[in-house]
């Protein structure tokens, strides 16, 4: 019988660029890996064989791009069916995805804020349920960084709680994220943090950013992990206990060995707090 994988410890994002770092990936801490849907779906050949290696190795998610589960048009639902055999394929464990839109008649190539209001509460909820019955499983909505709120008529915690409340969906939970909103729309990002549901938390993204100014930060993926979110991922650690982490590199990628630092220091607040990392339920 095959044996079950799962998801436990420190991640990280599988880019093409690392396909020849099979070796080192092999012999270091790395628990997990992810990658985009929409980057593998298509390929077959050397490729594919190459992401079978790795999947044959490693316990999967899978973080989509293009669901745009906020969007104005109709949800791709032959995509998703596409995604749904990727999962059985891989035997991928989570399916995560942007609580925003990127799309409307066509493709924006950004993550743009869904408006916090009860009517986008059921508007979103109506649409993670349909990919959901597609997939089979539940899906993990990620709290996403923005810059602009229009239409605002609840908190960004209220509407995120509401959606995760309403639609039973999972959290994909971004400490970076949390922390550059914190500070670019003032709140306490340790409030925000102890109002999280534990029972939703399926696994956890950190990741560098960029400092505009003390007032503006913006979410890059480009840089390594800064002090103060490091000290909001162990703050999250001691408040749920240990989750299933993953470093994210999107750009200004540096050597295998810098990149593996990092996925060490997740490792290392995990077991200041427990030793058995846990892993998605």
């Known amino acids: 019988m095959k044996q079950q994988k799962v998801i436990t410890g420190a991640g990280l994002g599988l880019r093409r660029d690392f396909l020849d770092e099979y070796e080192a990936l092999d012999q270091s801490d790395v628990d997990f890996m992810e990658v985009a849907p929409e980057n593998w779906i298509p390929y077959g050949g050397h490729l594919k064989e190459q992401f079978k290696r790795y999947a044959d190795r490693f316990p999967f998610v899978i973080h989509g791009l293009s669901l745009?589960?906020?969007g104005p048009t109709p949800l791709d639902t032959d995509f998703v069916k596409q995604v749904a055999e990727f999962i059985k394929t891989y035997d991928i464990q989570c399916y995560s995805e942007h609580l925003s839109y990127c799309s409307d008649d066509g493709h924006m190539y950004d993550l743009m804020p869904i408006p916090f209001t009860e009517?986008?509460?059921?508007?979103v909820v109506n649409r993670i349920k349909q990919v959901q019955d597609?997939?089979?499983?539940?899906?993990?909505m990620e709290n996403v960084s923005y810059y602009a709120a229009p239409g605002q008529e609840m908190s960004e915690l209220e509407f995120l709680l509401a959606v995760l409340?309403?639609?039973?969906?999972?959290?994909?939970?971004?400490?970076?994220?949390?922390?550059?909103?914190?500070?670019?729309?003032?709140?306490?990002?340790?409030?925000?943090?102890?109002?999280?549901?534990?029972?939703?938390i399926a696994y956890g993204h950190i990741a560098g950013h960029y400092d505009e100014a003390d007032d503006l930060k913006v979410d890059t993926h480009g840089s390594d992990v800064k002090p103060e979110v490091w000290d909001l991922l162990d703050?999250?650690?001691?408040?749920?206990?240990?989750?299933?982490?993953?470093?994210?590199?999107?750009?200004?990628i540096p050597k295998m060995s810098q990149l593996l630092k990092e996925v060490e220091q997740i490792k290392a607040l995990q077991n200041k707090y427990q030793q058995v990392p846990a892993a998605i339920a």
């Open 165 to 200: 409340e309403e639609a039973d969906c999972k959290l994909l939970l971004d400490v970076n994220n949390i922390y550059v909103n914190s500070i670019n729309h003032q709140y306490d990002p340790e409030q925000f943090l102890q109002a999280l549901p534990k029972h939703r």
């Open 119 to 123: 009517e986008a509460v059921h508007y």
């Open 134 to 140: 597609i997939i089979g499983q539940q899906i993990a």
């Open 68 to 70: 745009s589960i906020g």
């Open 235 to 252: 703050m999250a650690y001691e408040q749920f206990g240990v989750f299933p982490t993953l470093l994210e590199r999107d750009f200004n």
